[in-house]
């Protein structure tokens, strides 16, 4: 007679064969670090909302571009604070300012480095909206992608090799491909922030940017979070006006808007893993509540199985070292 009761199965060596058929593998080369530089001398200044990020002058930045680089990590974001700002945000499209200065030691010490600038406003202006604004603090569109698409030539003159819109103003990324292929940058890629949601979990990257809005907020020209089928336009109008990579931020709350835009739409995905979703993770780490690595890895997997290709972490460091250490 046949005994069809099943046997349990003895793999003896089970570590390895979960390692052959895991489904979802994360790469150093998936990960892009942001990094936030400022004027002055000496500045390694930690953000207080976000442990173990910082602010890097131009001096002290050139060390952790070294450190960066041994670290297997190939792609960064720079994010600028400048001296100046103004209603216009004047600083942003200046050849000679913070981020461009940036751009140029990253590639001296880095030439191959991916180097990514975010382009937007609210850093530079003095009102700390994305855009212009007129005298009744109504969002000027139009007028504000002419800038928005100097910043982004200003960047690339500078000798960053692609730009990243963070504005969500409506066009902007037609305005800065007709003026990048005017200019003669027609290989100069456009990662968007396609659905780029309003979210309250920014918080601690206002502090990073010093971009907090003076009056109001952001919701008119930030999407719903609410609404799902909005991002799928969203994202369609940005790949019609020539976006190159398309971005979903955050991440965490908003993995059914990756499935969907992964499902959708046949150009790489980008994730943006917050400050929000970060400084969560730290401050839970530092009561002793979660294991912060297992904890890291696992969102970082999961936004990966969601759809993306590309994950923006302030992880990202960490990630690199536990994997070159064989750990992840």
């Not at 064969?17 to 942001?34: A, F, Q, S």
């Not at 003669?184 to 990662?191: T, V």
């Not at 936004?303 to 960490?318: L, N, P, S």
């Amino acid at each position: 007679m046949i005994n069809l009761v099943k046997r349990p199965r003895r793999i003896r060596n089970i570590k390895a064969v979960r390692e052959l058929v895991k489904e979802t593998h994360l790469n150093v080369n998936d990960l892009i670090y942001p990094l936030f530089v400022v004027n002055g001398y000496n500045v390694k200044e930690e953000i207080s909302s976000m442990p173990g990020v910082y602010h890097f002058s131009l001096d002290i930045l050139k060390g952790e571009i070294e450190e960066i680089k041994d670290l297997g990590i190939k792609s960064i974001l720079l994010f600028g604070l400048p001296e100046h700002k103004d209603e216009c945000g004047s600083s942003a499209y200046d050849d000679s300012n913070i981020v461009q200065k940036a751009i140029k030691v990253v590639k001296e010490i880095a030439p191959d480095m991916c180097v990514i600038t975010d382009v937007c406003l609210c850093q530079y202006t003095s009102h700390g909206h994305c855009g212009l604004i007129n005298e009744n603090g109504k969002v000027l569109n139009d007028e504000s992608v002419e800038l928005l698409a100097k910043t982004a030539l200003s960047h690339i003159k500078a000798g960053a090799d692609m730009v990243a819109p963070s504005d969500m103003m409506d066009g902007r990324i037609k305005g800065i491909r007709e003026l990048l292929d005017k200019e003669g940058y027609y290989d100069s890629p456009i990662m968007s922030y396609s659905a780029k949601f309003s979210s309250a979990f920014y918080g601690p990257f206002r502090e990073a940017a010093d971009s907090a809005p003076a009056f109001g907020d952001r919701k008119s020209y930030q999407m719903d979070y609410c609404n799902s089928s909005e991002a799928m336009r969203e994202i369609e109008l940005d790949i019609e006006e020539g976006a190159d990579i398309i971005m979903v931020k955050p991440a965490l709350a908003y993995l059914d808007i990756l499935r969907r835009a992964k499902d959708k739409f046949n150009l790489p995905v980008a994730a943006y893993n917050v400050s929000g979703e970060y400084s969560m993770v730290k401050a839970a780490a530092k009561m002793g509540w979660i294991d912060e690595k297992q904890v890291v890895l696992e969102i970082l997997t999961g936004i990966k199985r969601a759809g993306a290709d590309i994950i923006i972490t302030y992880f990202a460091k960490e990630v690199a070292e536990w994997i070159r250490e064989g750990s992840v």
